[in-house]
């Protein structure tokens, strides 16, 4: 495999109504991007694929997500949907991209709205953003569909945004974003606009309600000083034993207390103001001006 190929795994299909689910780690950002598929029918959703942004120059590739395309194509699939959890802070959304290479309709939570709603603000672009043009499917909490013969249930899990939603595909896996981390790393960073540790853990509590054995696959993973290589799934019974953060029974009041301290030392993503200005237009850019150039606009100290 070539230096730069991007490392992916596949987690098998574990019988009838058990999804077979391939992560695609890509390490500019340490996020996973999923393609989750029914093992009868060969069809297929891909879940928050990655469209490359260089932060210096500017400029947007789409080498992550031809390479996400080509790993389904390869295995037969049929992509029936482009699924995002939330409005990505570390890179920008492939969705509006794939939703044309594919042909089929692209989705992220209902609550996009409010997001939009709250980076109007900071972005000073009273009319920008209209996730109702951008999304085809708005999901509420309680929402299901179908790929293929696996019933996808839509959980809300806000606490690092406030309109994250979990997708629960067939009988044993939730693609879980950021809530829960690997169990040697913890959980995910809740102090964006609209993100509180006290919805975190609510949200990381309702996981793990789910059945034991379920897969949970989680957003991003950066390794840790014993271990090099990146990871992505870890069932509820290990999270809830193992998780740096919360296992064993760590309460509310001991979690925000931890995570609020833990957020107050990390920086912004280096992406976070242009990916959110694009990721509210489902990874599109502004409409071009007089010149023929898109442009974003970056609020000076704000943050």
Request: with cysteine; proline share 7%; charged share 25%.
């Amino acid at each position: 495999m070539p230096e730069d190929t991007p490392i992916s795994r596949t987690s098998p299909s574990a019988g009838p109504g058990s999804p077979e689910v391939t992560g695609v780690y890509d390490a500019a950002s340490g996020s996973i991007q999923y393609i989750v598929a029914c093992p009868e029918t060969k069809q297929a959703a891909l879940i928050d694929v990655v469209l490359d942004f260089d932060p210096e120059a500017a400029r947007t590739r789409t080498d992550s997500a031809e390479h996400v395309l080509s790993l389904a194509q390869k295995a037969g699939y049929d992509i029936v949907w482009v699924l995002d959890t939330h409005p990505h802070a570390d890179h920008v959304m492939a969705s509006a991209w794939l939703k044309v290479m594919t042909g089929a309709p692209n989705a992220i939570g209902e609550k996009v709205r409010d997001i939009a709603e709250l980076w109007r603000g900071f972005y000073h672009l009273p009319d920008a953003f209209d996730p109702d043009a951008d999304f085809d499917r708005l999901l509420a909490a309680g929402d299901t569909f179908r790929i293929g013969t696996l019933d996808v249930r839509v959980m809300l899990s806000p606490g690092h945004t406030l309109g994250s939603i979990t997708y629960v595909v067939g009988r044993d896996a939730a693609f879980v974003h950021d809530t829960f981390m690997q169990p040697d790393v913890g959980t995910s960073r809740a102090d964006f606009p609209g993100g509180t540790a006290s919805d975190l853990y609510d949200s990381l509590m309702a996981l793990l309600e789910l059945p034991d054995e379920t897969r949970l696959f989680v957003g991003h993973d950066y390794g840790t000083q014993d271990r090099r290589r990146p990871a992505w799934e870890a069932t509820v019974a290990e999270q809830r034993r193992d998780n740096t953060h919360i296992g064993g029974g760590t309460s509310k009041a001991e979690f925000t207390k931890l995570r609020d301290a833990r957020d107050a030392t990390l920086p912004l993503p280096d992406r976070m103001l242009h990916a959110l200005q694009l990721n509210l237009r489902a990874g599109r850019a502004p409409a071009p001006e007089a010149d023929g150039h898109s442009y974003l606009k970056i609020p000076l100290n704000r943050f």
